[in-house]
């Protein structure tokens, strides 16, 4: 089985990508949407609960583990992958790879949450694969909270994200990646604020890719690879506020899919 996890609803970007490559894998998707949001918490806290989410997956059967938020991979990118031992992936390396791979003058631009478009973790991974590539980054905590709050689709959105997205323009990137999970649902916002002369980088698709080819080279990886197409969903936030979300970003979600997570009762 694979495990996803993420603090808020980005992660449907990445389980819809997941489930368009993979359609036939069993997977679990964790939301843990009780304890959102993770970047304003000290980092032991924080890097606590990521580590909490990891061990939770793992317990339901998780063979392979896909961390669901940029932010996440951020600063608990390597103590998950130190602390167990099944694969791990993120969004970041697989959208670095993507992004040097597209760029064609070498200058890539990412937008990401606070956390991300402060930190040094797209610059760095990027740079471990072409020195030569210039990074521009930029955060938008606000783009985040239009997603969330379920708004992303409106018209009244478009002008906004393109005001966001304008200083970027002035680096002459020729590649944006979306780093934050949420973005993707923005995308017809941010394709018209960049115009189609930029490549659009979907970090979701780029891991999705990547977990495909790994789990080619060795098909017998999963013991129980074959799912019915339905995911597994824990959530320990407001179910409601759950299933809306789902519908707006991911599709219909049965509430026999869900199971409520108590993060007081687990490992009693």
């Known amino acids: 089985m694979i495990g996803i996890f993420d603090v808020g609803v980005g992660g449907f970007s990445v389980l819809r990508a997941l489930q368009k490559i993979l359609p036939r894998y069993a997977v679990s998707y964790l939301a843990d949407t009780g304890r959102f949001p993770y970047s304003p918490r000290p980092l032991a806290e924080k890097l606590a609960f990521s580590l909490q989410d990891v061990d939770f997956l793992i317990e339901k059967g998780a063979e392979i583990i896909v961390i669901a938020c940029n932010s996440i991979t951020c600063f608990a990118g390597e103590p998950i992958r130190d602390r167990v031992r099944v694969p791990v992936f993120d969004v970041i390396s697989a959208g670095a790879q993507a992004a040097v791979l597209a760029t064609r003058n070498k200058c890539v631009g990412v937008i990401g949450s606070v956390q991300t478009g402060n930190s040094p973790a797209y610059p760095e991974a990027i740079k471990r694969l072409d020195q030569n590539v210039h990074v521009a980054l930029l955060a938008s905590q606000l783009m985040v909270y239009l997603v969330e709050e379920g708004v992303?689709?409106?018209?009244?959105?478009?002008?906004?994200?393109?005001?966001?997205?304008?200083?970027?323009?002035?680096?002459?990137?020729?590649?944006?990646?979306?780093?934050?999970?949420?973005?993707?649902?923005?995308?017809?916002?941010?394709?018209?604020?960049?115009?189609?002369?930029?490549?659009?980088?979907?970090?979701?698709?780029?891991?999705?890719?990547?977990?495909?080819?790994?789990?080619?080279?060795?098909?017998?990886?999963?013991?129980?690879?074959?799912?019915?197409?339905?995911?597994?969903?824990?959530?320990?936030?407001?179910?409601?506020?759950?299933?809306?979300?789902?519908?707006e970003y991911y599709g219909p979600v049965h509430r026999s899919q869900i199971e409520f997570v108590d993060w007081s009762k687990v490992g009693e």
């Open 152 to 247: 992303g689709q409106w018209s009244e959105v478009k002008p906004l994200v393109k005001r966001i997205i304008r200083p970027l323009l002035d680096d002459e990137i020729d590649t944006l990646v979306l780093g934050c999970t949420h973005f993707p649902f923005l995308i017809d916002a941010i394709r018209e604020a960049v115009g189609a002369g930029i490549t659009l980088v979907d970090p979701g698709l780029a891991v999705a890719q990547e977990i495909k080819t790994y789990l080619s080279a060795d098909p017998d990886i999963l013991e129980q690879p074959e799912g019915n197409g339905v995911p597994r969903f824990y959530v320990s936030g407001d179910h409601n506020r759950f299933l809306s979300a789902a519908g």
